[in-house]
């Protein structure tokens, strides 16, 4: 058997590519349906299209050993629970031949299962970070979309029961890190090393302080970026649940941010948020003082990421710049915060 952290992503796209194709057998699909790659990232996903039934599907092969099948479907009891239960947009889980949602897909690569989930298409694109003015009113939108999140959680009963992962800061930047660790980022330099530990420990002492009350931490989407909204006129939809987990309500502000926060305009971005959050939500200004940290917990996190997906699309995008401007938002964050 091979360790998935061997390969490529070209061999990760040619080996999902094939367990795409035998998935199909597994739903009720036409013989002529084929797949076409959307998006390679801890996921490979592609898009379903069925000519005969005129009907297009998303298809997520999942990242091997990242979720169980029970944190899975703990993902889908989640999306089910909103469409029924608030007026957020999500895709809809499609379930296979057999009734099941979680489809398990017999491989001779691994060890363990792999498995595939299958979802409704949503139409929509995704916000243009280059073009401010909209964006800033989208994140009004988005604000009030994930208050409405947060307050479906707390109305749910089975919010802090489901198997998910924790998003704190002993699995994000402490002993635990299930990204990684930013250490480990080529271009970390001694002296670099030497200012993201101490913002990493001002994070540590602050969001200690801060606490994990159930009005502050519970079940988050955890990665509400720009690529996993879909804008479609006024709409916004969430799509992408598969890093839900239980972490910090502001940690999805942080993450909605993501490879912007050294940008302009991210102080409008998060006053534009907070207004359509507190349409639906209250937040206390102790809450809101703290909104910098979560952002520069979520930019180390995405270092780290970097690191050690280095092979993807999005870490091929972002070279040293990305860790040079990282330096510069530790330094603005130290003279505030430490």
């Not at 057998?25 to 084929?34: I, R």
């Not at 169980?68 to 239960?85: R, V």
């Not at 993201?196 to 519970?218: C, H, M, V, Y």
């Not at 200004?285 to 699309?313: C, N, Q, V, Y």
Request: aromatic residues 12%.
């Amino acid at each position: 058997m091979q360790n998935a952290k061997k390969l490529t992503q070209e061999e990760h796209i040619v080996f999902a590519d094939m367990l795409a194709k035998r998935a199909l057998q597994l739903y009720d699909l036409s013989p002529s349906s084929y797949i076409r790659l959307l998006n390679y990232s801890e996921n490979t996903t592609f898009a379903v299209v069925d000519p005969e039934r005129k009907t297009r599907t998303v298809l997520r092969i999942n990242r091997p050993g990242y979720h169980t099948k029970e944190e899975l479907e703990a993902e889908l009891m989640w999306l089910e629970s909103i469409m029924i239960n608030s007026p957020i947009i999500v895709p809809k889980p499609i379930a296979g031949k057999n009734k099941k949602f979680v489809q398990t897909l017999k491989n001779d690569r691994y060890s363990y299962p792999l498995h595939c989930v299958m979802f409704s298409f949503l139409q929509g694109s995704a916000p243009d970070d280059k073009d401010e003015k909209n964006l800033i009113f989208q994140f009004e939108r988005l604000g009030e979309v994930t208050a409405l999140l947060h307050e479906q959680v707390n109305n749910w009963e089975y919010s802090r029961s489901i198997c998910r992962a924790t998003w704190d800061y002993d699995t994000m930047l402490g002993n635990r890190p299930r990204w990684g660790r930013w250490q480990d980022r080529y271009d970390v330099t001694s002296g670099l090393a030497q200012l993201f530990q101490r913002a990493s420990d001002t994070i540590s002492l602050r969001l200690g302080r801060f606490g994990k009350s159930p009005e502050r931490f519970g079940l988050i989407h955890a990665d509400l970026r720009l690529a996993n909204l879909l804008i479609e006129e006024k709409k916004i939809k969430v799509i992408d649940f598969d890093d839900c987990g239980f972490g910090w309500f502001l940690y999805d502000l942080g993450a909605a941010v993501s490879f912007i926060e050294h940008k302009e305009y991210v102080p409008d971005l998060v006053a534009s948020w907070l207004q359509g959050y507190r349409k639906v939500r209250s937040l206390s200004k102790e809450e809101e003082s703290e909104i910098p940290t979560f952002i520069m917990l979520r930019r180390l996190l995405l270092l780290a990421w970097l690191g050690t997906r280095h092979d993807s699309d999005t870490a091929k995008e972002f070279g040293t710049e990305f860790t040079e401007k990282t330096a510069e938002l530790a330094e603005k964050y130290l003279l505030t915060f430490a």
